[in-house]
């Protein structure tokens, strides 16, 4: 399975941004995509994941702030993220894992917010 994520960017604190990823090869499914987040000196944490079936979990820090989407029929899965504060700057690495495959992560994409 590859993906391949885009969307990152820089935007003020208070402003939006969108990420998309694409999973492409062999697909189960049954399966959940998702975002998890590195910023500098952290370890890699939980953003949000939807489960095929539509099931979501989101980290406390960014519930009512982001939004989890997919569409299945494109294998894409998209993370709305509004009211970006300072603390969401990191390296957003879209991830895919079916039972029992192993996961894959993409390549991560830089979001910077900073005044």
């Known amino acids: 399975v590859q993906l391949q994520a885009s969307g990152g960017g820089s935007v003020q604190p208070g402003g939006s941004l969108r990420l998309s990823c694409a999973a492409s090869?062999?697909?189960?499914?049954?399966?959940?995509m998702g975002w998890y987040r590195q910023a500098p000196g952290k370890q890699r944490e939980l953003v949000a994941t939807m489960s095929s079936g539509g099931s979501t979990n989101y980290a406390d820090s960014v519930k009512g702030r982001f939004t989890i989407s997919r569409d299945n029929a494109k294998n894409t899965v998209y993370l709305q993220m509004n009211s970006l504060n300072v603390e969401d700057t990191a390296v957003y690495f879209c991830s895919y894992i079916a039972p029992g495959r192993a996961g894959h992560w993409g390549q991560g994409t830089q979001v910077t917010v900073s005044s």
């Open positions: 090869g062999s697909i189960s499914g049954r399966n959940y």
